[in-house]
Structures are given as C-alpha cells and as structure tokens.
C-alpha cells in the first residue's frame, strides 16, 4: 500500500485546513478495511500521535491536544480518510503524516503499530 498525503499549507492562527490521504498499490481495493492513524513530527522533535479512525469510520481517537478541534473521517469508498484542522494554533506546524495497519497489534497512539506510512505534508500555522 502507498499511501499520499496532501492539504497542507500555510494558514493563520484560528484558521482551518484539510488533509486527505488517499491508498494506491497493490492491495487498494482492501485499503477500506484499514485502520488509519495521523501523526506529526515538528522541528527537532519526536513524531506524535494526533488522530486515529478505525477500518470502518465508526471509532475515531484524538490526542488531548487536538481534541475539539481534529476531526478525522473517511470518505464514502473508504479509501481515502481526511484530517479536519480547525482553530488551528502555531504550535501545530509541524509536517504530518497519514499511516495504515490492517489490525492493531498494539496501540493507536504507536507509531510501531502502524505498518504503512505516507511522505508526509506540511502544515505551518502563523501566529
């Protein structure tokens, strides 16, 4: 599965974007049945965890510093989910990057639990 990331940009403070990403490769058509995850890396920092969305839309998971501001959803087919980024703050620049795993060996919040990633699109939020 390759996985492309994309939406991001520059916005102000308290503004909004979307990000989407979409599956493609060999086993695309089994891509709706992925759970997915969002994370974001910042400039000399680790990679965190920021959203997750089951296989079928209905669980979704955010960190406490997105939460009421983060949506993640799936499309329609499933095979592409999205990121809605409200009231967005300088301290969520950072580039994020969608992943997949068929099933959760271990938590959502790990980036090892994810098998799949995507290149990543930055995000850079102006106070």
């Known amino acids: 599965v390759q996985l492309q990331a994309c939406g991001g940009g520059l916005v102000q403070a308290r503004g909004s974007l979307r990000l989407s990403c979409a599956a493609s490769g060999d086993t695309f058509s089994t891509f709706s049945t992925y759970n997915m995850g969002w994370f974001r890396q910042a400039p000399g920092k680790e990679r965190e965890f920021v959203a997750a969305i089951t296989w079928s839309g209905g669980n979704t998971y955010y960190a406490d510093s997105v939460k009421g501001r983060f949506t993640a959803s799936r499309g329609n087919a499933k095979n592409t989910v999205f990121l809605q980024m409200n009231s967005l703050k300088p301290e969520d620049t950072a580039v994020y990057y969608c992943?997949?795993?068929?099933?959760?060996?271990?938590?959502?919040?790990?980036?090892?639990?994810?098998?799949?990633w995507g290149q990543g699109t930055q995000v850079t939020v102006s106070s």
């Open positions: 992943a997949a795993v068929a099933r959760y060996s271990g938590s959502y919040v790990l980036r090892r639990s994810y098998d799949y």
